[in-house]
């Protein structure tokens, strides 16, 4: 079946510096993808639609400087945390869809910030 | 705010039972609803949707009811197993598309007794 990969699964690094997250549809094309942010013991929210070859949505209070997304092909789309803070910290899922099928969902990256 | 949301932080059921868990959204437009199952550490799954013109649609072992009227759904697992022990998420698909964006409830944690 359709498979959503995500690259770190984690990742740990000083406060400061940019981490980039990477998510690929493997046996899909996919024009859309969706990140989201997860806190322990907390429900999925959603950070940003990521568009193919255009600018990525963000959702309401979501820093759009602080959170790059890209999504450079059809099958691939970052995110790059920027000068990261222990805040950051967190559990970052993304998403995407085959054609008329429900979104699929990455296994996720761990992002520890010291 | 979330417009999906659910009664009840966590289940626990005896292996074997039934298991229900419950889900209120607040949108009466809304047309589209997914549940999710999502084990520790990992992203979530996809286990079964259903669209407003349903109120009842069969899994294996899953069986999700739409009750429009009060705006309300439910999952229902049978015949309970450990391997079932995760969180449930019920999400509401916002837009006709399966591309559309999800916006997910607080989650139930479902434990098993043995």
């Known amino acids: 079946g359709a498979v959503v990969s995500q690259h770190p699964s984690w990742v740990i690094c000083k406060s400061g510096t940019s981490v980039k997250i990477e998510c690929r549809s493997l046996d899909f094309q996919a024009t859309t993808m969706f990140w989201y942010r997860q806190f322990p013991k907390q429900s999925l929210m959603l950070m940003a639609t990521s568009n193919e070859g255009s600018k990525a949505t963000y959702e309401q209070g979501v820093e759009k400087d602080k959170f790059l997304i890209n999504h450079a092909s059809l099958t691939l789309s970052t995110l790059t945390v920027t000068s990261a803070h222990p805040e950051d910290s967190s559990f970052y899922i993304c998403?995407?869809?085959?054609?008329?099928?429900?979104?699929?969902f990455g296994d996720g990256t761990r992002l520890s910030i010291l | 705010g979330e417009s999906v949301g659910l009664h009840l932080p966590t289940l626990s059921v005896q292996e074997g039972d039934n298991s229900i868990i419950n889900c209120a959204y607040s949108?009466?437009?809304?047309?589209?609803f997914i549940w999710y199952k999502q084990e520790s550490g990992k992203g979530p799954q996809f286990i079964i949707d259903?669209?407003?013109?349903?109120d009842k649609r069969q899994g294996q072992r899953v069986t999700v009811l739409l009750n429009k009227t009060v705006k309300h759904l439910s999952l229902q697992i049978a015949a309970t197993q450990p391997g079932d022990s995760a969180v449930y998420f019920c999400a509401e698909n916002q837009g006709y598309s399966s591309a559309s964006k999800i916006i997910f409830g607080s989650g139930t944690r479902l434990s098993i007794r043995p």
């Open positions: 998403s995407a869809s085959p054609l008329n099928q429900p979104q699929h």
């Open positions: 949108n009466s437009a809304s047309d589209y």
């Open positions: 259903i669209r407003s013109n349903m």
